[in-house]
């Protein structure tokens, strides 16, 4: 078993509206050093796979088929695939 | 002439469509669950709004895998005609049927309320009966309606008359303050290269008739009709 995360960010060009009123709200907290903040999906993924080459293989394609929408997207399949116990 | 509506679990506008062909328009019309694909006897099909899988992920994301679409996508190369309203446009974009994405509405709301469109091209099968530069007034009704493409995709659109509405003033006028939600160049509905694919956001089912407060709505439902029926000449 493997456990993967992704990371799915908007592209840093878009104009993120779900960090523009985050960066607000903290600023209300008292928080006046945030400069900015930005919103993205962390997706963890369980697999029934020891072959961590295949593993990453398969997520990223799974990311380019469904996970990430390519025009306004960008994600990251993070480095390390964690052994996870069979239950 | 036949339309279909498909339904998606989540699909909540497939009644309204449903009437306004049937009883408004008078003209056939059957649902299509969303596993159905023997599509050939329509010529044309509406994909309706609503929440299609709960708009998990992305608002289409999952809808656009389901069987009908794979029979759609053959629909469209044969020239039959879609038009995807509201939900029906996000499913449009994450198939790639039409370029683009949508975003978050810029103010995080959803706005549920009357817009003034601008028609931008009548030489459409859907807008046939309209006037290029024509105003016309249609509910939106949307929490992720605000369409983004890159530059060059932006530019073809225009150059080849792809954007069909504009968000604009009651005058006509397409300003920021008339873009309900962020959408680039105010755009509220494109169509491909053909023309036989349109995708809004605005819902002209939900006003074709008097009763409901506008009926600017149904002149595309009867260009559709004007089009099929006219053997494709506008």
């Known amino acids: 078993m493997r456990k993967v995360r992704v990371l799915i960010r908007l592209k840093p060009t878009l104009m993120d509206a779900q960090g523009v009123v985050l960066k607000r709200a903290l600023k209300q907290l008292g928080y006046n050093s945030v400069t900015d903040v930005r919103v993205g999906k962390l997706i963890e993924i369980t697999i029934d796979c020891d072959d961590d080459k295949r593993v990453m293989a398969e997520v990223k394609e799974m990311c380019q088929r469904l996970l990430a929408n390519p025009v306004i997207e960008e994600f990251e399949v993070l480095d390390e695939t964690t052994p996870t116990s069979a239950r | ?234």
């Open chain 2, 1 to 234: 002439m036949r339309f279909g509506v498909v339904v998606f679990p989540g699909s909540n506008c497939d009644q309204d469509c449903y009437h306004v062909i049937r009883n408004v328009l008078k003209k056939p019309v059957e649902y299509i669950w969303h596993e159905r694909t023997d599509l050939n006897r329509f010529d044309c099909i509406v994909l309706p709004g609503g929440f299609s899988y709960g708009d998990y992920l992305r608002p289409g994301a999952i809808a656009r895998f389901a069987k009908t679409m794979d029979a759609l996508s053959e629909f469209v190369e044969r020239g039959g005609l879609v038009i995807g309203i509201c939900n029906g446009f996000q499913i449009l974009l994450e198939a790639g049927l039409l370029p683009g994405a949508m975003l978050r509405n810029r103010s995080l709301r959803f706005i549920c309320k009357y817009v003034h469109l601008r028609v931008e091209n009548e030489k459409t099968p859907f807008t046939n009966l309209y006037r290029s530069g024509q105003v016309v007034r249609m509910p939106i009704a949307h929490g992720d309606g605000n369409y983004y493409c890159d530059e060059d995709t932006l530019a073809e659109l225009e150059s080849k008359g792809q954007i069909v509405f504009r968000y604009c003033d009651e005058l006509g006028n397409i300003t920021d303050d008339a873009n309900p939600n962020g959408s680039i160049a105010n755009i509220a509905g494109i169509c491909n290269e053909q023309k036989n694919v349109l995708g809004m956001m605005p819902h002209p089912e939900r006003c074709s008739e008097t009763i409901l407060g506008s009926s600017d709505g149904l002149l595309l439902w009867k260009s559709i009709t004007n089009w099929v029926e006219g053997n494709g000449r506008i």
